[in-house]
């Protein structure tokens, strides 16, 4: 699809963290519903493979207030504004309790778990506010089941995202009526690269790695599906669609029904 065509013909958009995974998955399927996508990405190698599929990169740190600057900037002057931000950047705690961590693990794990899973969203919609208001766009941020339950993920991944929760519902209801801002929260994911905090020595991990994680996806869904990014995209596709134009400070869970087995 080009030009018009598609759910999202006309629309500008910029991905953060599209370099793999979700993101990754997200920027294509934009690309594929007629979007004009622009992309933030910190690794390199990921940004040269975005540019190989046309999209235009601007790598650096998403929790850089510098950087985040620069590709909100890049962006907008590339593609002539700003309708749609999506924000997929996150790092993993591996499920280390509070009791499984020393008290400069705590103390150096936090600073670097609130500064990816929250600090790097909102600077992201600070640095791209200005075009949305104008466009009057929507804002699509990447949160987990985790920001619903607490089994998901280790006391740092579960506070930040139980912190980015709380950070929809307050900007949905600042940016209200000119910007609509809505999350996406799905539970595990097949091929993520989801990585863990450096911090914690994890940053080696990747979250979708392991032999058994597809049966162990399969028995933590009431549908029996495994997801993959793909599939998770589809939900960024509907936010940033008109379908979804009476939708603020509100969720789309992506999780194959894991929520009614509890």
Do not use: W
Not at 92 to 100: S, V
Not at 133 to 151: C, D, K, Q, W, Y
């Amino acid at each position: 699809m080009n030009g018009h065509d598609g759910r999202l013909g006309g629309r500008r958009c910029l991905v953060v963290g599209a370099g793999s995974g979700i993101g990754r998955a997200v920027a294509r399927a934009f690309v594929a519903e007629g979007a004009a996508v622009g992309a933030m990405e910190i690794d390199p190698a990921k940004g040269a493979a975005l540019e190989a599929d046309g999209i235009t990169v601007s790598v650096g740190d998403a929790a850089a207030v510098d950087d985040t600057r620069r590709a909100a900037e890049r962006a907008v002057a590339e593609l002539g504004g700003l309708d749609v931000l999506v924000n997929c950047v996150g790092v993993f705690d591996f499920r280390r309790g509070l009791g499984d961590l020393s008290a400069d693990e705590l103390d150096a794990g936090f600073d670097e778990a609130f500064r990816v899973n929250v600090k790097s969203h909102l600077l992201s919609v600070h640095a791209s506010l200005p075009a949305l208001r104008e466009a009057r766009g929507t804002v699509i941020l990447t949160l987990s089941s985790s920001a619903f339950r607490p089994e998901g993920g280790g006391i740092l991944y579960v506070a930040s995202k139980f912190a980015l929760r709380g950070a929809v519902v307050s900007l949905a209801r600042e940016l209200a009526p000119d910007v609509r801002v809505n999350g996406v929260a799905p539970g595990g994911t097949a091929g993520t690269d989801l990585r863990g905090l450096r911090s914690l020595g994890q940053q080696d991990r990747a979250l979708g790695a392991g032999p058994d994680r597809e049966a162990d996806l399969r028995a933590r869904s009431a549908l029996e599906v495994v997801l993959g990014p793909d599939d998770i995209a589809a939900s960024f596709v509907f936010l940033a669609s008109d379908g979804a134009k009476g939708m603020t400070g509100r969720f789309l869970h992506p999780d194959g029904g894991a929520a009614v087995l509890r």
